[in-house]
């Protein structure tokens, strides 16, 4: 058996998915919000960036010591290209999308070479149509989240530790750009970190860098994040930044979360609505994945990935108090477990068998009816949602009755929805969150010590302050702002 080489149209098979990528993001973007409270804090980053501030937060939460804060709840790449795309002018809500968006491109780029190393041109093609197509993950580029730019840099690496152990060595300047677009993405989200250690891990166990190499491959890999991971000590006392709020679930509730969030996201429509069928479906798609990971290649690699990358999710969740373990957490995991289903079902794909004739022939029509499936789904979801999402409408109103309601100033507001006020009317904020996401209720003492820091205005969204002598003085939309009385 020999195995099958990429052919040279494959790079522009995958330019030409690239750019159906930008078409499916701009054909969704205005479909959904845009933007979230993340969304928001990396526009407070990027803001800082770009007027010279630095890598702070200007919106901090009430127990953090004073404003503005170092950065560290989330590593800095994504609002640092953000900031990037501003500094030429463009505002920074459309330069957030527009680094998302571009980053998906890139990793439709990234993907499709992926999936062509292990499943050859045709099936590899397919399996990123349905991978890209999954709405979970489409939505990706639609969003100011970090996510797409961490996919585009993760699956770079991905494909160039595949390519090394294809070929069974690997160049130093091959090595050195892996190690770097692993290092960056996990200058993107702290997921990467662990990411890129066992990769370097498994790069040394399989032999496939001499000591050179291996040196290229690991330098930038473990550096990079070993900057950052240390100025966080330094600021905090901690590696990943300062600590959350404590989980309000466990490791198993959020586990059982993951995996029922999983048939939603994961299989298509309109087979996730019955349970027998989808529970048929699933025990098929992670037979398949397993299949994967018993053989060399890409296939293994984004079977290792999607596991890893699920448990780091359902530990982070479990541990601390951060989103649930669905939506845009999980979603970074759906194409490559997509990507490893179909190459377990195919098999050993990459080699020329004839009698593997009758199993490629079934894995290619499940994966194409999969394939199909999600893109009717896709497709179904674009026309009855309306040319305007009312979440971006309601916030476009929101950003217009803050404008019109708070004044100008220097002194940061105490608010319940501070990363909105803060890219609405530049303000520094003093937030409080909802109660799953703060240690404790914000208290008598941490009212006095704000307001020792100038903090005198608080503008909340239906609620009164939480402590302190306040009086309300005006009302836009859903906004009132108050001031102290005392």
């Known amino acids: 058996m020999t195995p099958r080489q990429e052919t040279p149209a494959a790079p522009l098979d995958g330019a030409f998915l690239a750019l159906l990528a930008l078409v499916a993001v701009a054909v969704l973007a205005p479909r959904v919000a845009g933007f979230t409270t993340d969304s928001d804090a990396y526009l407070d980053v990027a803001m800082n960036l770009r007027d010279g501030h630095g890598l702070v937060q200007s919106v901090v939460d009430f127990w953090r010591p004073a404003v503005p804060d170092p950065l560290g709840l989330w590593p800095p790449l994504y609002p640092a290209l953000v900031a990037a795309v501003g500094a030429f002018g463009v505002p920074l809500e459309l330069a957030a999308r527009f680094v998302s968006a571009g980053s998906f491109a890139v990793f439709a780029f ?121 100025h966080n000590l330094a600021e905090f006392g901690r590696p990943f930044g300062p600590a959350l709020a404590p989980a309000t679930h466990g490791l198993g509730t959020q586990a059982f979360e993951f995996l029922r969030a999983l048939r939603w996201e994961l299989l298509p429509a309109p087979f996730d609505r019955r349970a027998a069928m989808a529970y048929g479906l699933a025990l098929v798609t992670a037979a398949g994945v397993l299949l994967a990971l018993r053989h060399r290649g890409a296939g293994r690699l984004a079977a290792a990935f999607a596991l890893l990358y699920a448990g780091l999710v359902v ?97 940061p507001v105490l608010s319940d929805c501070g990363h909105l006020l803060r890219s609405a009317t530049g303000r520094t904020a003093v937030q409080v969150p909802a109660a799953g996401y703060r240690p404790r209720a914000y208290a008598a003492a941490d009212d006095a010590r704000w307001a020792g820091a100038g903090v005198s205005e608080a503008i909340l969204a239906g609620e009164t302050p939480p402590a302190g002598a306040w009086r309300s003085v005006a009302v836009e939309g859903r906004f009132t702002r108050w001031v102290r009385s005392d």
């Not at 197509?133 to 100011?144: C, D, I």
């Not at 370097?200 to 040196?215: E, F, H, I, K, P």
């Open 110 to 230: 990234a993907f499709h070479a992926l999936a062509v190393s292990a499943l050859g041109r045709g099936a590899g093609a397919l399996a990123t149509v349905a991978a890209l197509a999954t709405p979970a993950v489409t939505q990706l580029g639609a969003f100011a989240w970090s996510e797409a730019t961490y996919l585009a840099l993760i699956t770079g690496g991905l494909v160039l530790l595949a390519r090394a152990e294809a070929r069974g060595e690997w160049s130093r300047g091959a090595a050195f750009a892996a190690g770097a677009l692993l290092g960056a993405a996990a200058l993107t989200r702290y997921a990467g970190v662990p990411i890129a250690v066992l990769a370097v891990a498994y790069a040394a166990l399989r032999g496939s860098l001499r000591a050179r190499g291996l040196a290229a491959f690991a330098l930038p890999a473990l550096v990079l994040p070993a900057v950052w991971l240390g």
């Open 315 to 411: 530990v982070a969740t479990g541990t601390s108090g951060i989103n649930a373990p669905t939506g845009r957490y999980l979603a970074p995991v759906l194409p490559f477990l997509v990507l490893a289903a179909f190459a377990g079902w195919r098999g050993r794909s990459v080699t020329v068998d004839p009698a593997a004739g009758g199993r490629r022939a079934l894995s290619t029509g499940l994966s194409a009816v999969w394939t199909i499936a999600v893109l009717v789904e896709l497709l179904g979801l674009v026309r009855v949602l309306p040319a305007t999402a009312p979440a971006a409408l309601a916030r476009r109103e929101d950003r217009r009755a803050l404008a019109r309601l708070v004044p100008e100033g220097s002194a």
